[in-house]
């Protein structure tokens, strides 16, 4: 007699098969449903992981969250991501900067002196020569 890692129930036994069937999945949700339906059929954590192409581990992982969280564990929860620092008008402001007359006395505007006279305009609160630099970059601008 085989070990059954997992119990599945009728009911998710069901969806993921219905799941699989549909044609067109994230590949991630695919291979977590096809493992949960083989470890539910009695197949080893080893033959699932080699089956998915996935490291034995993450099969043990999937098991874990399915327990857990139930068939809500085949979605990937929202992740957080940095938020953004600078609008679309605040970027949209530094470019107008960069493509006016730079200051007297200077040929042009360097990064360092257009992230300090954005400041100091009040087009953000802060901003660092590199960050300046990765704007202008994003708007194809050349400052020659």
Not at 7 to 12: G, N, P
Not at 63 to 74: K, S
């Amino acid at each position: 007699m085989r070990k059954q890692h997992i119990e599945l129930r009728q009911t998710d036994k069901h969806f993921l098969q219905q799941l699989l069937k549909k044609g067109s999945l994230k590949a991630i949700v695919f291979k977590r449903a096809t493992a949960l339906l083989q470890l539910g059929s009695g197949q080893t954590f080893r033959q699932v992981s080699q089956t998915l192409g996935v490291s034995y581990p993450t099969v043990l992982t999937w098991r874990d969250r399915y327990l857990a969280d139930g068939l809500a564990f085949l979605q990937d929860k929202p992740r957080s991501g940095r938020p953004i620092e600078l609008s679309g008008s605040q970027r949209a402001k530094i470019t107008a900067l960069a493509c006016s007359t730079p200051p007297e006395g200077r040929a042009r505007w360097t990064l360092r002196l257009l992230a300090d006279k954005a400041v100091e305009l009040g087009h953000c609160q802060r901003l660092s020569h590199t960050k300046a630099r990765h704007i202008l970059k994003k708007t194809n601008f050349d400052r020659i």
